[in-house]
C-alpha cells in the first residue's frame, strides 16, 4: 500500500520485544531511561475500500514505547483481546 493504513492489517503473527536502558549517552538527563521495543509481524488482509494492497503479504512494525506507553499499549491489546474473546463466544 503506497500508505499505510490500520485496516490494512487483519492479524498479529508475532510480536517480539526487547527491554532498553540508557546506560551513558551525552545528554545526562537520557541516561537510566527505560523503554521497551517492539517488533510486531502483521498479515496484510487487504481493505474493500483499497484495492492496492494485495492479501498475504506480512509487514513488520517496529515501536519503541516508554514503560507507560508501553502499559497503555498493553491494556488495550488485552481489551481487544477480551472483545474478540467474547465475540467469538457468541457466534
Not at 494485495?54 to 499499549?73: A, P
Amino acid at each position: 500500500c503506497p500508505t499505510p493504513c490500520l485496516m490494512d492489517y487483519s492479524q498479529i503473527i508475532d510480536v517480539d520485544w526487547r527491554l532498553s536502558v540508557t546506560a551513558a549517552g551525552s545528554d545526562p538527563s537520557e541516561v537510566g531511561r527505560t523503554s521497551v521495543v517492539l517488533s510486531i509481524l502483521l498479515q496484510k488482509g487487504g481493505n474493500a475500500s483499497s484495492s492496492t494492497c494485495s492479501s498475504g503479504e506480512r509487514e513488520r512494525v517496529f515501536l519503541e514505547l516508554s514503560l507507560t506507553e508501553f502499559y497503555d499499549f498493553l491494556h488495550q491489546m488485552e481489551k481487544a483481546k477480551g472483545l474478540l474473546d467474547m465475540q467469538g463466544a457468541l457466534d
